[in-house]
């Protein structure tokens, strides 16, 4: 059974940093790419970062870019994301996606991607 597990959300002041993990299990995958999303309230699911894990190759939402940092650890088949100088317009359940076989120009979108973790909440006050 593949699991997807986030941590690390929290509350954080404007300026501040957070760093979320994701931890995926359950059997091999094939061809994969892990990544965040995140949804505010009253808004749709948006992408923020994902890294395709064969060749590290990353993609950003242009509004996280220089802000955010995705890394993964091979080893334990588990990412990051550094998230710095928050703003209060980041503040949302951030969610941990894995999908498998997708090709370059799908990277962004959320609704291939396959196991999904339980998300975590980010609140960043002004």
């Known amino acids: 059974q593949v699991q997807v597990v986030e941590s690390g959300g929290g509350l954080v002041q404007g300026e501040g940093s957070l760093r979320l993990s994701c931890a995926a299990s359950?059997?091999?995958?094939?061809?994969?790419?892990m990544g965040w999303f995140r949804q505010a309230p009253g808004k749709e699911r948006e992408f923020v970062a994902t890294?395709?894990?064969?060749?590290?190759?990353?993609y950003y939402a242009d509004s996280v870019k220089g802000r955010f940092t995705i890394s993964r650890d091979k080893a334990k088949n588990t990412i990051y994301l550094q998230m710095n100088n928050l703003k209060p317009e980041d503040t949302a359940v951030y969610y941990c996606a894995l999908g498998e076989r997708l090709i370059t120009s799908s990277l962004r979108n959320g609704a291939l991607y396959q196991f999904w973790g339980q998300g975590t909440q980010v609140t960043v006050a002004s």
């Open positions: 359950g059997r091999t995958f094939d061809n994969h790419a």
């Open positions: 890294i395709r894990w064969r060749d590290g190759v990353i």
